[in-house]
C-alpha cells in the first residue's frame, strides 16, 4: 500500500516561498486524488490544494494565485509550491492521497512570520 512522506517545512518571513514535497512510496499507480491539506491552532483541517486523477485542480479561494499543486510521476511525488506566503498561511501540512481508501502524510509545520 502506498505511503507517504513529506518535507519542505519551516519558517519563512511573509511574502517568501516555500515548496513542500509529498514523496509515494509503494504502487501509485491511477491514485484518484492527491491533496494538501492545512490546519491551524484551534481550527478545522481544510483542503489547500487537490489534484484530480482527470487533470483537474481545486484550490482554495485563500491560496488561489499564490499556491499550485504539481506531480512528479518519475519520482511518485507531489508538491505544493506556495508563493507570498502570509502569517495565515501558518498551519500543519498534510499530504493525502485517496483512491477509495485513504492515506494521510506526517504532516509538515509552516510557519510564516509577519
Known amino acids: 500500500q502506498v505511503q507517504l512522506v513529506e518535507s519542505g517545512g519551516g519558517l519563512v518571513q511573509a511574502g517568501g516561498s516555500l515548496r513542500l514535497s509529498c514523496a509515494a512510496s509503494?504502487?501509485?499507480?491511477?491514485?484518484?486524488?492527491m491533496g494538501w491539506y492545512r490546519q491551524a491552532p484551534g481550527k478545522q483541517r481544510e483542503a489547500v490544494a487537490i489534484?484530480?486523477?482527470?487533470?483537474?485542480?481545486n484550490y482554495a479561494d485563500s491560496v488561489k494565485g499564490r499556491f499550485t499543486i504539481s506531480r512528479d510521476n518519475a519520482k511518485n511525488t507531489v508538491y505544493l509550491q506556495m508563493n507570498s506566503l502570509k502569517p495565515e498561511d501558518t498551519a500543519v501540512y498534510y499530504c493525502?492521497?485517496?483512491?477509495?481508501?485513504?492515506?494521510w502524510g506526517q504532516g509538515t509545520q509552516v510557519t510564516v512570520s509577519s
Open positions: 493525502r492521497a485517496a483512491s477509495g481508501w485513504t492515506i
Open positions: 509503494g504502487s501509485t499507480f491511477s491514485i484518484e486524488i
Open positions: 489534484s484530480y486523477k482527470s487533470g483537474m485542480v
